[in-house]
Each structure stands twice: as C-alpha cells, then as structure tokens.
T-cell receptor, first 113, second 113 residues
Framework: QQQVKQSPQSLIVQKGGISIINCAYENTAFDYFPWYQQFPGKGPALLIAIRPDVSEKKEGRFTISFNKSAKQFSLHIMDSQPGDSATYFCAASKASNTGKLIFGQGTTLQVKP | DAMVIQNPRYQVTQFGKPVTLSCSQTLNHNVMYWYQQKSSQAPKLLFHYYDKDFNNEADTPDNFQSRRPNTSFCFLDIRSPGLGDAAMYLC????????????FGPGTRLTVT
C-alpha cells in the first residue's frame, strides 16, 4: 500500500512533442505529490508538486494532472526540448509521516532533436 | 544562493575501510535526510534528523550511521563498506517534517574497491 507505480520506464519524444509520465498510488493518506528531475551524476531537483485539493497545476511547460478518485497523477511536458532529457521520478508523502518520500521507479526521457 | 552542499563529490574507499560523507545546508531547514541511490533506481531513504532527533529506517543496515552536530551539518558514516555499498549518496533538507518540499544536494558518488 506504500508503493507508487510509475510508467513508462523509458520514453522517447521528438522535439516539440508532449511527454507524459504516469504514476499511481494506493495509500489514500498521501497528500503531497512532487515530481523530481534528475540529470546523470546530479541530485534530483524538485520540478513541480501538487496537493490533492487541486486537479491540475501548471508551471511553465510542466503540468501535473491529479485524479484523486482514480489515485493517479501525471506529468505533462509541453513542447519537449532536448534539454529535458533526464530521469523523472514521481513521489508521494503524507503530512502525518516524517516527510518520507515514496518514490516511483523512474522514467528515463529522451527528447530527440 | 541558499543550497545543499555535499563533500566530497567523489569518494573512493577500500573494502572495510570506514568512510565519512558530509552535507551542509544554508537553508536553515530543520530536517536533513540521507538517501542511497544505486544505478537506475530511485533514491532509498536511510535515515533523517528532525532537529537533533534521529530517525532510522527499519531496513537501514547497522553499518550506516549518522551525526548532526548542528543545524547546518550532517554526516553519513559507513563503518565497514562492502562492495554492495557502492552508490550515490544524496543529502536532502526540508523545512519541517511532513509533506514539505525536499531539496537535494548534488550527491557523493562512492566507489568501493
């Protein structure tokens, strides 16, 4: 029940296209859902995050869509660029916990020029 | 810029030789986390400090210890590194426990020979 399942494992998108990464969770107590971007040899960087009281959050080209009833959330990268090529992790945590992030398995995104 | 700093960025140690990794932060955050990340995997939480209170994950081996002498610094001690401990070690901070943003450092790549 603590798992967060992420798909796809890898994704190849053409420059200018839309990249979509999906995550699903079981624990309805989760109330914070961040996305992290990680480049090779670097630490994860917080990209965007959402709480379950909203269904969508947009920051620039990055949008989180959140479906509370389906227990799913997704990251959309609009106008994908080669510089977006990285590994993306979704995660979940709950306020009543210690802040422990439950990570998805990661998605390696390659944006082709 | 407020940030999370990890030293060294690369560390080579011999099998069984104790090693210490360090993390410092200028964010003045209450919580500091240590994660282990192996190749193509998500970060795995080892333990965290909330202020001076130490919280160990149930599955963290005894071989891993941590110290937090003050708000700004936190250390990861590996008492007897094995080949399986070769990984990226990530430090992260958060303003408080619970569902708050975590900010990661660049990581220390540990090699065990």
């Amino acid at each position: 029940q603590q798992q967060v399942k992420q798909s796809p494992q890898s994704l190849i998108v053409q420059k200018g296209g839309i990249s979509i990464i999906n995550c699903a969770y079981e624990n309805t107590a989760f109330d914070y859902f961040p996305w992290y971007q990680q480049f090779p040899g670097k630490g994860p960087a917080l990209l965007i995050a959402i709480r379950p009281d909203v269904s969508e959050k947009k920051e620039g080209r990055f949008t989180i869509s959140f479906n509370k009833s389906a227990k799913q959330f997704s990251l959309h990268i609009m106008d994908s660029q080669p510089g977006d090529s990285a590994t993306y992790f979704c995660a979940a945590s709950k306020a009543s916990n210690t802040g422990k992030l439950i990570f998805g398995q990661g998605t390696t995104l390659q944006v082709k020029p | 810029d407020a940030m999370v700093i990890q030293n060294p960025r690369y560390q080579v140690t011999q099998f069984g030789k104790p090693v210490t990794l360090s993390c410092s932060q200028t964010l003045n955050h209450n919580v500091m986390y240590w994660y282990q990340q192996k190749s193509s995997q998500a970060p795995k939480l080892l333990f965290h400090y909330y202020d001076k209170d130490f919280n160990n994950e149930a599955d963290t081996p005894d071989n891993f210890q941590s110290r937090r002498p003050n708000t700004s610094f936190c250390f990861l001690d590996i008492r007897s590194p094995g080949l399986g401990d070769a990984a990226m070690y990530l430090c992260a901070t958060s303003r408080d426990e619970g569902a708050y943003e975590q900010y990661f450092g660049p990581g220390t790549r540990l090699t065990v020979t």
